[in-house]
């Protein structure tokens, strides 16, 4: 408990120290953009009248590879707004552009190795939340949301327009949002705002405002004349049509099914918006990816349904995220999925997100439908936090319900997030502490879960480093969230080192880091597992590409038997052991992208050998190839298995509205094949038509012996109607 004072001392006193340099850093570059009257027609030529009347923006810098250094290409940005939109526009000239890079061509997915245009809107400019957009050549769209100034939520989807061309100068992108796709203040007439271009040849990054080498909410510019705009009536209206066919080829079942649902989003005031789902239907949600647990731990999944993804960042809590999962008090998984992944139907779901001043508020009531095992649950979560300081926050949270049993349960949690991205000329400063206690029936004492961490990272040249703690109690249970160590006590400390080369012609940067973890039960004060990674060596090309090399050395006490595998039991005691690492991955702006991983060393008494193979295919813009194949084998004492997994991901484009995304999975666990095949129609955002293909096989060996299991054909449609 020592430590956690000390540490809880720390986040605390920065909040006091840090402010002074982040005041003495250079002002924020502003602008005021011009209203208009007339709206442009979106077809990615710029040639309307309006356009003339924008505010201009041509004050770039590049900021990778070299940081403030002189754009290689010109470009131009145009600014403006009209009652309904904000418009933007883009001149993105090229003295080369027979090389200009477009291979994406399906809306949503990744723009990483193509030219693009990426801006950030922090539409309450707190430096701490804001929206991401993004388009490529093709006209692909893709989005996200800030939860914090280093969290971008992929997952999160928004509706607006976007058109491009090219010429022999270069390529153009015209593009409107909505105000009704944007939560904001009406009060306020300044939002956080920065413009970025990629120009893939050249790894060259080039921003109107940035920071350190990045940007974020936290390093953004202001826009400021923002007036007089209309969310309209502020109603969004998404009816669905499913209709459905499960058949089970073991038993010969088929079931039909045609599932109306309906999602309804109001905005009661431009800055808070109300859900309201029915029926809810998920069926054209991504796969997951498959994951083999040897640990004795469960694994986390990401979420990937897009009502709960709405407006996520809000839930947020005491820098828990998806790399830093354990003591999550709420994880929307939990909700319309059962323990073990399977669908559990949704008959009705509310919620309400948004800001109130300096509040930011979330709630979320969900009804589950009747399953063979259990009734139907209701389940309820509430988040507050105020913003405080200049970047930093303040809030708790609640949850009661359990919606995998009927015993009752019930959290409540206090945080404070520290963060200050202008700490010094190079640094940001981050802290976070987090108290909560579950209450749960027939379980008393031991229930309480806290932790705090600071950090100091910089993302150019120099050092960096963090310490962490955390305590979680025998009896903690968050029945609407996620913790997959309770009884132990957590020590955690790092550090990083990067130095970036300048005008090298192969080498973009040198990282080092070091890092370990320490975890002891509370009830024995043993020790239950200890990482020391050391990476003394990591080099990164022009194009992106790594190569380093690790060591690892893992301590695990067993305080009972553990079966590792059917039939191969690993015997209580305790093991430590010393693995190394070699990284290879040639950048994936290549036609064909390979990369390897091997791994060697000891492994609970006996040996383990490791190797992760994969290759990625760009042949052009409509095909998509990525390759996978995992392999371990393992010798004990006790016995020997090894664990195989093997995945391929295809896309093909057609164009820009039509696409066929195929997922195939296999490892020798389950020994099961899973084909997740979609085919979607997206002709303008918020319209969709999708044809869903799962597809379950048992399976004797690597696709030996396969035979069907189980098989569900969807088609859905779903159109917003915004009002």
């Not at 924020?28 to 027609?41: H, N, Y």
């Not at 090219?166 to 949002?177: H, M, N, P, Q, V």
Request: net charge negative; proline share 4%; hydrophobic share 35%.
């Amino acid at each position: 408990m020592h430590l956690t004072r000390f540490l809880l001392l720390m986040c605390c006193s920065a909040s006091v120290c840090a402010q002074g340099p982040s005041g003495q850093t250079a002002p924020r570059k502003r602008l005021e953009i011009a209203r208009i009257s007339v709206e442009p027609e979106i077809d990615g030529i710029l040639d309307e009248a309006m356009w003339s009347d924008a505010t201009r923006i041509v004050d770039l810098h590049q900021f990778v590879p070299v940081d403030h250094g002189e754009p290689s290409e010109a470009s131009e940005f145009l600014i403006a707004y009209s009652s309904s939109y904000l418009y933007l526009g883009a001149k993105l000239y090229d003295s080369d552009p027979a090389h200009i890079t477009a291979t994406q061509l399906v809306q949503g997915q990744t723009l990483q190795v193509d030219d693009q245009v990426k801006f950030i809107l922090d539409t309450f400019n707190n430096g701490r939340t804001g929206y991401q957009f993004q388009v490529n050549p093709n006209g692909i769209r893709r989005e996200g949301i800030f939860d914090s100034p280093n969290n971008l939520n992929k997952d999160w989807t928004g509706i607006w327009q976007v058109r491009t061309s090219r010429d022999d100068l270069g390529w153009y992108a015209e593009i409107a949002i909505p105000f009704t796709t944007l939560n904001f203040d009406p009060a306020s007439d300044t939002w956080g705002f920065t413009v970025s271009r990629s120009i893939a040849r050249k790894k060259e990054d080039i921003a109107w405002s940035s920071f350190n080498r990045s940007i974020n909410p936290s390093t953004t510019g202001q826009i400021s004349g923002i007036h007089d705009i209309d969310q309209g009536k502020g109603l969004d209206i998404i009816p669905s049509l499913v209709s459905a066919l499960r058949s089970n080829y073991v038993t010969g079942g088929r079931a039909q099914r045609f599932d109306p649902s309906l999602d309804v989003f109001y905005k009661i005031t431009p800055n808070l918006t109300g859900a309201l789902t029915l029926n809810t239907d998920f069926s054209a949600t991504e796969a997951d990816s498959r994951q083999v647990n040897l640990s004795r731990f469960s694994l986390f999944f990401p979420e990937k349904r897009d009502f709960f993804l709405q407006d996520i960042d809000i839930f947020s809590f005491g820098g828990r995220s998806a790399t830093n999962n354990n003591g999550i008090p709420f994880y929307s998984r939990r909700i319309g999925l059962s323990r073990g992944g399977t669908p559990v139907d949704i008959d009705a779901g509310l919620k309400l997100t948004g800001r109130v001043g300096r509040w930011n508020v979330g709630a979320l009531a969900v009804q589950q439908a009747d399953t063979p095992t259990l009734d139907g649950q209701a389940v309820f979560v509430g988040r507050a936090s105020a913003n405080v300081l200049t970047e930093s926050s303040v809030g708790m949270i609640v949850t009661h319900g359990d919606p995998a049993s009927e015993l009752a349960n019930s959290l409540a949690g206090l945080d404070f997030r520290y963060q200050n991205t202008r700490f010094s000329e190079r640094y940001t400063l981050r802290g976070d502490a987090f108290y909560q206690q579950s209450n749960t029936a027939g379980k008393d004492g031991a229930d309480s879960g806290l932790g705090a961490s600071l950090s100091l990272t910089t993302e150019g040249d120099g050092l960096g480093g963090n310490i962490g703690y955390e305590r979680f109690g025998k009896n903690f249970f968050p029945a609407l969230g996620f913790a997959n160590r309770t009884s132990v006590e957590t020590y955690i400390v790092g550090s990083q080192w990067r130095r970036y080369f300048a005008d090298h012609p192969v080498w973009r940067l040198m990282n080092s880091a070091a890092g370990y973890e320490h975890v002891r039960t509370l009830d024995t004060g043993v020790l239950q597992s200890g990482t020391l990674t050391l990476t003394p060596l990591e080099l990164v090309t022009n194009g992106e590409g790594r190569i380093g090399v690790s060591l690892v050395r893992s301590e695990e006490g067993l305080e009972e038997d553990f079966a590792i595998r059917p039939g191969i039991v690993v015997p209580q005691g305790e093991y430590s052991w010393v693995d190394y690492q070699l990284n290879i991955l040639l950048s994936n702006r290549r036609q064909l992208a390979p990369s390897f991983q091997y791994g060697q060393g000891a492994y609970f008494g006996g040996q383990r050998r490791r190797y992760d193979l994969g290759m990625q295919w760009r042949p052009g813009s409509h095909f998509y190839l990525n390759l996978s194949y995992r392999y371990q084998d393992i010798s004990l004492p006790v016995g020997d298995f090894k664990v195989r997994q093997i995945g391929a991901d295809t896309n093909y484009a057609f164009n820009a509205q039509w696409s066929w995304i195929n997922v195939i999975q296999y490892d020798n666990f389950s020994n099961s094949v899973g084909i997740n095949s979609r085919l979607r129609w997206n002709p303008r955002a918020g319209e969709d038509l999708y044809l869903v293909l799962n597809y379950n096989l048992d399976s004797a060996g690597a696709f030996a012996g396969v035979h069907r299991n189980q098989s569900d054909l969807a088609i859905k449609y779903t159109k917003n109607f915004r009002f």
